[in-house]
T-cell receptor
Framework: GENVEQHPSTLSVQEGDSAVIKCTYS??????FPWYKQELGKRPQLIID?????GEKKDQRIAVTLNKTAKHFSLHITETQPEDSAVYFC????????????FGKGTTLSVSS | SQTIHQWPATLVQPVGSPLSLECTVE??????LYWYRQAAGRGLQLLFY??????ISSEVPQNLSASRPQDRQFILSSKKLLLSDSGFYLC???????????FGEGSWLTVV
């Protein structure tokens, strides 16, 4: 089955810096890669996703890149703000009915002002 | 719009006691339903998922079980809780043909 590795487990940046979180996956058939943000004590919420027919996707300060050959994808946050502090999870799955998302172990991002 | 409800929000249970967590989805039909567990430092672990009534796939062998008695209802159970069952349990749903999953608010379980 699918296995997703996520690095780093913790990341501390200064406000205004960029943050990058990287994930690798094992199943070459996976073609859907979402990112979730979880604030303390709350449920994870989808912030951006990418499908394998796209190499990069941006949404304001957030971008995700995908390298299918190397089986890795990354989350990039530019101009970080204190409210970006949270746990971020990457995930992977096939686009197929009944296929569950497999998540990485998460990255705790701390943005200090 | 679709909503997902999960309860109870928190519970403290003694070792060896039973467990029942319930989840319902509104505003959609034939959803895929999931149970995930989040323990400290272990990310989001998939426990069970269901593509229809009575259809349950188990990802992790353990003393937990899941049932789907109705289309939009998903229940997580245990006959005898272990200390290691403590964690944050999240129910989630996706559309029948979709992959994006949406989480419920979660249930904090502490086994003492």
């Amino acid at each position: 089955g699918e296995n997703v590795e996520q690095h780093p487990s913790t990341l501390s940046v200064q406000e205004g810096d960029s943050a990058v979180i990287k994930c690798t996956y094992s199943d070459s058939a996976s073609n859907y890669f979402p990112w979730y943000k979880q604030e303390l004590g709350k449920r994870p919420q989808l912030i951006i996703d990418i499908r394998s027919n796209v190499g990069e996707k941006k949404d304001q300060r957030i971008a995700v890149t995908l390298n299918k050959t190397a089986k890795h994808f990354s989350l990039h946050i530019t101009e970080t703000q204190p409210e970006d502090s949270a746990v971020y999870f990457c995930a992977a799955s096939k686009v197929q009915a009944g296929t569950a998302l497999i998540f990485g172990k998460g990255t705790t991002l701390s943005v200090s002002s | 719009s679709q909503t997902i409800h999960q309860w109870p929000a928190t519970l403290v249970q003694p070792v060896g006691s039973p467990l029942s967590l319930e989840c319902t989805v509104e505003g959609t039909s034939n959803p895929n339903l999931y149970w995930y567990r989040q323990a400290a430092g272990r990310g989001l672990q998939l426990l069970f998922y269901s593509v229809g009534i009575g259809q349950i796939s188990s990802e992790v062998p353990q003393n937990l079980s899941a049932s789907r008695p109705q289309d939009r209802q998903f229940i997580l159970s245990s006959k005898k809780l272990l200390l290691s069952d403590s964690g944050f349990y999240l129910c989630a749903w996706s559309s029948l043909s979709g992959n994006t999953i949406y989480f419920g608010e979660g249930s904090w379980l502490t086994v003492v």
